[in-house]
Structures are given as C-alpha cells and as structure tokens.
C-alpha cells in the first residue's frame, strides 16, 4: 500500500504544479498523487490507485519524450481503456522533471464496473518500466493485440479533426484531435507525436457519448515553438496514424 505523503510534500507537489491541478481535484485525492510521487524513491516509475470511484489511476515517472505512449502501451496492454487523463510535469529539486499523469480508466477484460485493485496499479508500473528499461518493444505488443481485438470486432472507421488551437498566452502550441472513441487511440496519438520529435508538456482527454478530444500541449524536442510548416506535417502524420479514419485539417483556430 502505498506510504501517506506529509503535509509539507504534499504542499510542495502542489506548488510545483500549475494553478489550475489543485482547483480540479479534492484534498484527499491530491493527498493520494503526491503520495505516488513521494514513494516513487530511485524507480523510473510509480503507481497507485485515487478517488472513490474506483477508476482512478495516477502514474508518476521520470519525464523523457515519448513517455506519455510508452505509458499509453502499458494501460492499452494491461487492458485498461482510458475515458479521461490530466497529463503534467513538474521540476524536482536536484532530480529530472517529473511527469504525473492521471488516468480515469475501465478495465476490459472484466465485468462493466470493475473496480481497480493494487494489484492493476503494480502491473500497470511493471510494463511501464519495462519499457523504459527499453526490455521489449511496445509498438510490436500494442500492435499484435490491436490486430487480435481488430479482427474479432471487424473494421471500424470513423471521422476524425486534428488542429492546432490558441492557448492562453495567443501561441498555436495546443494540438486537438477530435475523433471517435477506439482502444489504443492514446497510444496512437502519443506515439505519432514522439515519431515526429514532438514534445507533450500537458495532455487533457476527455471521452463522451463515445467521442473523443484530445488535447496536447506540445513544443519541439529542443523546447521551441511549432512553427506554420511543421503544425501542417504534423497534423497529416496524426491523421495517418488514425487510418482508416477520414481526414480533415483545418486550418489553425484563432479562438
């Protein structure tokens, strides 16, 4: 069982978050992630269950590109299917930046309701430092189980809309996709950003009514902005990721 952060941990993570973390969550499951991250120790990776809905799953680990779809592949393999996610990171004393990453999620390999277990959490944390222990390759796993999934549910297509959108500050650093809902979709997403050297600094996905958007605030590898070329390669390269959903590119947002 995970160890109960101290006050003062705990109002440090919360410090080291941006303002809008701890508007969106109650005290007791901030409580909950900032005692993922205290008890994380030396391990690249950790995990642990939050909130009485028994959905809540928080994955806390060393921030490195293309994390966000390595944990995508390990949720996707552990046969958790994510409804929402809160993607952060945030700067550790003396340490690498640190990513915590929040998951609603339900399981599908067992009855409609189940409830999460340690048990989920523990594995969840095995397959992700896995893989960055760079032990497998998780396109090759997440592909063979979408093919098995694939060809027992038959061909599913669907429409799809990626765009770069304004953020506050009046940059084109926002990604959205906007398509339906599918398993492995976050894991597709992450894994077409980090192919074309695309930084997630924050991620929200919401899913209703089995639609899906994404949003991915996202930089160069180097830190620098997206310039009008590259939001366009990017852009098609998501959508290709998609296939066979129909393409659509609009041009980038001003509101």
């Excluded at 077409?192 to 050297?197: C, G, I, K, T, V």
């Excluded at 852009?235 to 041009?251: D, G, K, Y």
Aim: glycine share 6%; proline share 5%.
């Amino acid at each position: 069982m995970t160890r109960r952060a101290s006050p003062e941990f705990t109002a440090a993570f919360v410090e080291s978050l941006p303002p809008d973390y701890s508007n969106k969550f109650d005290t007791d499951v901030i409580v909950a992630h900032a005692s993922v991250a205290a008890t994380r120790g030396d391990a690249p990776v950790n995990a642990g269950l939050f909130g009485r809905a028994g959905n809540g799953l928080c994955i806390v680990a060393e921030d490195r590109p293309g994390l966000l779809a390595l944990i995508s592949a390990s949720l996707f393999l552990c046969h958790l299917d994510v409804g929402a996610a809160e993607v952060y990171t945030r700067d550790v004393p003396g340490q690498r930046r640190e990513a915590v990453d929040l998951f609603t999620v339900r399981k599908t390999d067992a009855p409609v309701g189940s409830q999460l277990v340690q048990a989920d959490a523990a594995r969840v944390r095995d397959v992700v430092t896995r893989f960055m222990r760079n032990e497998g390759d998780p396109r090759v796993e997440v592909d063979k189980l979408m093919s098995a999934q694939s060809a027992a549910a038959g061909p599913k297509s669907s429409e799809a809309t990626v765009r770069f959108i304004a953020d506050d500050a009046g940059g084109l650093s926002t990604l959205e996709v906007e398509t339906s809902d599918r398993s492995g979709l976050l894991f597709t997403l992450a894994s077409a950003l980090y192919a074309n050297r695309v930084q997630i600094v924050q991620s929200n996905v919401s899913t209703a009514d089995g639609k899906v958007l994404d949003r991915f605030r996202v930089f160069e590898f180097n830190g620098s902005p997206i310039d009008a070329a590259r939001r366009l390669e990017i852009q098609v390269a998501v959508l290709n990721a998609m296939e066979p959903a129909s393409r659509s590119v609009p041009p980038p947002s001003k509101s």
